[in-house]
């Protein structure tokens, strides 16, 4: 920022360093989102994530996709996808590899359109503003080029 010599600018700042966890999947073939917004990253929160998927796609069979976050392999989320194969399979990713996880570019989306460059007045109305974000977009899979129109993901769906 540029200011007059001799006039110091006054510049806000959010003050505390607040934050949430946002826990989410994207369904591939109907751009339809499905996401939590909790307090950390735990197994337990983990594990009403994947009880919302269930929830949101009924009967369905869900194949999820997950990077290797160390809450991902508690005993907790192990014992319950243990009791849950028959409605959940999970596919892991190789550790460090975020752009095979196709949620990432949701993610970076979201917050160049919706969340970059703006002051909240507080931690809620970024979530607010997030959850709008993310509505603009569900269940839209025509909007989401962002996601799906990319070399890799093209390759993808081709093999």
């Not at 990432?104 to 607010?128: P, Q, Y």
Request: hydrophobic share 40%; with cysteine; net charge positive.
């Amino acid at each position: 920022m540029w200011a007059r010599i001799g006039c110091q600018p006054r510049v806000p700042s959010p003050g505390q360093n607040q934050k949430k966890t946002v826990y989410g999947a994207v369904d591939y073939a109907t751009g339809k989102i499905t996401t939590i917004v909790t307090d950390t990253k735990s197994g337990l929160n983990f594990i009403a994530f994947l009880a919302t998927l269930l929830r949101s796609y009924g009967g369905r069979k869900i194949r999820l996709v997950c990077d290797n976050a160390r809450y991902h392999h508690t005993g907790a989320v192990q014992d319950w996808l243990d009791g849950h194969r028959h409605r959940i399979e999970v596919y892991w990713l190789p550790p460090y590899c975020p752009d095979l996880n196709l949620i990432e570019r949701l993610w970076g989306h979201l917050k160049r359109t919706a969340l970059a460059n703006v002051l909240f007045a507080g931690i809620h109305d970024l979530v607010r503003a997030f959850v709008h974000g993310v509505r603009a977009v569900n269940g839209h899979r025509d909007k989401m080029g962002f996601m799906f129109d990319h070399d890799d993901a093209v390759r993808t769906r081709a093999a």
